[in-house]
């Protein structure tokens, strides 16, 4: 399994945007075209990235890494989204492997912390068990979100997997 750049392979866009309007019914009613966040991400140096998980050349899965949301403290880094994988490929560690992936891309881009948010304890808890420590975001206005950060500590590709970036 390869993670690239969907700025490598803008031909599955399409795919992308359909995946994420079918896994996201409420982005339906937003009136928004997934395709636009894709086209948007689709650098190579700059962020917003979007990132693609490939299987024998297929799309398995797809994530982002976002800006900062901080002007007041860019040295928060960039924040992690979450990916989505399409149902028949779900628990084939594809989302480890893109979050993983996403974290060596912000080593990579020279940045030394990614965050992310997640809105459930459980969840919370397993990240803290993989090395992520809690904080504060100053002007969060989401009382049910859980901010995480972590260093981008140089990453390894697991066996059989490789970065294209």
């Avoid at 339906?28 to 700059?46: H, I, L, M, Q, V």
């Avoid at 962020?47 to 050349?57: M, Y």
Wanted: charged letters at 25%.
């Amino acid at each position: 399994m390869d993670l690239a750049l969907v700025a490598d392979f803008p031909d599955l866009i399409p795919t992308l945007g359909e995946w994420y309007r079918n896994s996201c019914p409420e982005e339906k009613e937003s009136g928004r075209d997934p395709e636009d966040d894709f086209r948007g991400c689709a650098n190579r140096d700059t962020l917003p990235i979007a990132l693609v998980a490939l299987q024998n050349g297929e799309p398995v899965g797809a994530t982002f890494v976002l800006g900062t949301v901080s002007r007041a403290d860019p040295a928060l880094g960039p924040w992690l989204d979450g990916g989505f994988v399409p149902s028949s490929e779900r628990h084939n560690e594809i989302c480890m492997f893109m979050k993983v992936g996403s974290i060596a891309l912000c080593h990579k881009m020279g940045f030394v912390r990614v965050n992310q948010g997640v809105r459930s304890e459980t969840a919370a808890q397993w990240y803290e068990k993989k090395g992520w420590v809690r904080f504060d975001l100053p002007g969060s206005n989401d009382p049910s979100a859980i901010y995480l950060t972590r260093s981008t500590e140089a990453l390894k590709a697991p066996a059989g997997r490789r970065w294209c970036f």
